[in-house]
């Protein structure tokens, strides 16, 4: 089992950056692959991307490619998110998820999810 601290969220303006960090406890940390979602009001568990166990292999959605960045140190049990050319519509909760069996765009996947941090960004 792992639990996840998401920080970093923030207000910013269009065009700004955010670096989310995912803090996970325990000691298996790099059995997981991890994977950041978000959710805006109203709106479904959105899927942004997901980093493989050894940190090698990324994949983002559509809507971020080009922009967003994730990265793990599993010496220190951390995934970030770095969040570059910011746009309204990613304005939402972020969550990071941990997934033991290999990676999924599904939020059904991950068995862990931390609780999310706020990203809201003014036009």
């Known amino acids: 089992q792992v639990q996840l601290v998401e920080s970093g969220g923030g207000l910013v303006q269009a065009g700004g950056s955010l670096r989310l960090s995912c803090a996970a406890s325990g000691r298996t940390f790099s059995i997981y692959t991890m994977g950041w979602f978000r959710q805006a009001p109203g709106k479904e568990r959105e899927f942004v991307g997901r980093?493989?166990?050894?940190?090698?292999?990324?994949y983002y959605s559509d809507s971020v490619k080009g922009r967003f960045t994730i990265s793990r140190d599993n010496a220190k049990n951390t995934v970030d998110l770095q969040m570059n050319n910011l746009k309204p519509g990613d304005t939402a909760v972020h969550y990071c998820?941990?997934?033991?069996?290999?990676?999924?765009?599904?939020?059904?996947?991950?068995?862990?999810w931390g609780q999310g941090t706020q990203v809201t960004v003014s036009s």
């Open positions: 980093i493989s166990r050894s940190g090698v292999f990324t």
């Open positions: 998820a941990a997934d033991p069996r290999g990676g999924s765009e599904r939020a059904s996947g991950y068995d862990y």
